[in-house]
């Protein structure tokens, strides 16, 4: 799904298919979030938001007991991908987002759990 022309914009908890009219360029984030985010659900909720907005990447526990995120999308999707990943699942209690931009890898064509 990513690189897909077609991205959800999320208003609320409604998602809406939008169809652009030309692809957007692409942009690399690296995301670190902090707090009880192991052991929650919180690489499946990540991946279940990246697919809806056609984001490539990775979530990954780290040792620390943080999650590590790498997002590969357009800004619009990152801006409201970024949004959720602050917010997480139910379960957990984001206390941190850290981001940085970074290069885009395009050797990732999809969104997985490391």
């Given amino acids: 799904m ?3 022309s077609v991205y959800h914009t999320v208003r609320g908890s409604v998602i809406i298919p939008v169809r652009m009219a030309k692809p957007a360029s ?3 984030k690296r995301y670190v979030v902090s707090g009880r985010v192991q052991g929650v659900g ?12 056609g984001i490539c990447g990775y979530a990954k526990n780290l040792w620390d007991g943080n999650v590590e ?9 990152q801006e409201e991908f970024k949004r959720r ?3 997480g699942p ?5 206390t941190n987002l850290e981001e940085s931009d970074v290069p885009v890898d ?7 759990i490391g």
């Avoid at 139910?90 to 984001?94: D, I, L, M, N, P």
């Avoid at 395009?106 to 997985?112: D, E, M």
């Fill in 85 to 87: 990943l602050a917010q």
């Fill in 26 to 28: 692409k942009v690399a």
């Fill in 90 to 94: 139910r379960s957990a209690r984001v």
């Fill in 2 to 4: 990513c690189g897909s």
């Fill in 106 to 112: 395009k050797s990732y064509n999809r969104f997985q």
């Fill in 69 to 77: 995120v790498y997002a590969i999308g357009d800004p619009v999707a």
């Fill in 42 to 53: 919180f690489r499946f909720f990540a991946e279940d938001w990246a697919n809806q907005l």
